[in-house]
C-alpha cells in the first residue's frame, strides 16, 4: 500500500472523498464522511474521519483517515423501524455503545458494548434518564439539549472539536464521541445515540 495514492483502495468512493480532503488540507478542519464501500467483506458502510496532521508550527503537513464500519449502525436503524426483536441482534453486534431512549430521555434499550464502556449492568440503566451517563457538572445542560433535540430531531455527530465525556459507574470519566440519530414507532419518537470511546484516537492524534 506504500507510495500508493489513497483513492486506489476507496475505489469508487473517491470522488466522495477528494472534497472533504481538499477542505481538510485547506481549511486545517476535521471532515466526516460516510460512504459505501466494496472490500473483501462485501459490501459495507464506512465512516471516514479525515483530519490534518500538523507539525510543531502547526503548518499541515499530512493527512490521516480514520476508518469505523458502521454497517451494523445502519442495519441496527432499519431493524429499530421494524421491530424490537429485530434490532436486538443487530444492537448487540455493534463495536460501538448504543443507547435507544425515549422522548422523556428515559434509556429503552443498551447493548453490551454500553454495559462494557459505562460498567453498568444494563438493569440499572433501563428506566434511568439518560444523563446518568454524562458527567454530573454537564447534567443540566444535556437536559436542555436534549430537549432541543427532541423537540427537532435529526441525525448528527457530536464530539469534532468538542470536549464531549461519558462517566462510568465507578465516576471515572472518558472522552467520546457521539452520533445521534432516530427513529419513529407507534410508541413515539426513539433518539439513538451511537457511543464511541475514542481514548485510543486521542493517543494515536498525540
Excluded at 6 to 12: D, M, Q, T, V, W
Excluded at 36 to 60: E, F, K, M, N, W
Excluded at 181 to 193: C, H, K, L, N
Amino acid at each position: 500500500m506504500t507510495g500508493q495514492p489513497i483513492e486506489a483502495f476507496l475505489h469508487r468512493s473517491a470522488p466522495e472523498i477528494a472534497p472533504a480532503l481538499a477542505r481538510v488540507r485547506s481549511e486545517r478542519t476535521t471532515e466526516e464522511v460516510e460512504v459505501d464501500h466494496t472490500g473483501p467483506r462485501g459490501r459495507r458502510r464506512l465512516l471516514l474521519t479525515v483530519s490534518p496532521i500538523r507539525d510543531v508550527d502547526q503548518a499541515v503537513i499530512g493527512t490521516s483517515l480514520l476508518g469505523r464500519d458502521i454497517t451494523a449502525r445502519t442495519q441496527t436503524e432499519q431493524a429499530l423501524r421494524r421491530s424490537e426483536a429485530t434490532s436486538r441482534a443487530f444492537l448487540e453486534s455493534a463495536s460501538e455503545g448504543i443507547v435507544v431512549v425515549d422522548a422523556a430521555g428515559r434509556i429503552l434499550l443498551v447493548n453490551a458494548k454500553t454495559e462494557e464502556m459505562f460498567g453498568y449492568p444494563r438493569d440499572e440503566l433501563i428506566g434511568q434518564a439518560v444523563e446518568i451517563l454524562v458527567p454530573p457538572r454537564h447534567r443540566d445542560t444535556h437536559v436542555s439539549q436534549r430537549e432541543a433535540y427532541m423537540r427537532s430531531p435529526r441525525v448528527r455527530s457530536m464530539g469534532r472539536g468538542l470536549d464531549l465525556a461519558g462517566v462510568k459507574k465507578s465516576g471515572a470519566e472518558f472522552p467520546v464521541e457521539v452520533s445521534l440519530s432516530y427513529v419513529s414507532t407507534d410508541e413515539g419518537t426513539r433518539a439513538i445515540a451511537f457511543v464511541t470511546d475514542i481514548s485510543e484516537r486521542l493517543a494515536y492524534q498525540r
